[in-house]
């Protein structure tokens, strides 16, 4: 046994987590726009075999000097004359982990950085004119009070783009538009 001992001194014991706010994104999104997109009424195409070209027999429709085949397109009217809006949604764009135990949640906010899309070397644009992001269940443009997820399992976010075409008429990959996304506390 000991000769002398002396009393259980306490000694006090601090850790400090830092509070973490985590954003990954991917690095480019690629978006392919379809036929539907443009209008086609698909149930009536066909996809060839040969390049993926596309034809439709039209029924009913006889060439005899006088009538022949229809000369309407068949893609919707925005398409074709520079007013077509289309929205494609884009899933698994972003991802956010944070520990923070401020009140009101996380913010993102997402917005068109350069919505310019070019073909290569010719003067043919489309554009980004609009982005939202659905995440926890909300969506918007700037989403608040998004739930803390913690460091384990990210809260991923989704992104929905509105792609002007503006009468483009050529095929091609349209390139050089940009979004950002950006995760804030309180």
């Known amino acids: 046994p000991p000769r ?9 014991v601090t850790v400090t ?4 706010l985590y954003l990954r994104t991917v690095e480019n999104i690629d978006v392919t726009i379809t ?10 195409l066909s996809i060839s075999d040969i390049g993926g070209g596309v034809y439709e027999t039209q029924t009913g429709a006889t060439a005899n ?3 022949g085949v229809s000369i309407t397109s068949p893609f919707s ?3 074709t004359e520079g007013t077509a809006q289309i929205d494609k949604t884009v899933p698994n764009v972003y991802a956010i982990w944070s520990n923070t135990a401020a009140e009101g949640g996380i913010t993102v906010d997402v917005r068109v950085t350069d919505g310019v899309l ?13 982005v939202i992001t659905s995440i926890d269940g909300k969506e918007g443009a700037n989403v608040t009070g998004i739930e803390v997820p913690g460091l384990v399992t990210p809260k991923v976010g989704d992104v929905t783009l509105t792609i ?5 008429q050529t095929a091609g990959e349209y390139t ?7 995760a804030s506390l309180p």
């Not at 987590?17 to 973490?20: A, G, K, L, R």
């Not at 050089?176 to 950006?182: A, L, N």
């Open 4 to 12: 002398v001992t002396t009393g259980e001194a306490p000694i006090g």
């Open 17 to 20: 987590v830092p509070e973490i």
């Open 35 to 44: 036929l539907a997109d443009l209008g086609a009424k698909t149930e009536d």
């Open 65 to 67: 000097g006088t009538d």
């Open 77 to 79: 009217a925005g398409a």
């Open 118 to 130: 070019d073909l290569g070397e010719t003067l043919e644009a489309a554009e980004i004119t609009d």
């Open 164 to 168: 002007d075409l503006k009468g483009t």
């Open 176 to 182: 050089t538009g940009e979004i950002t996304v950006e």
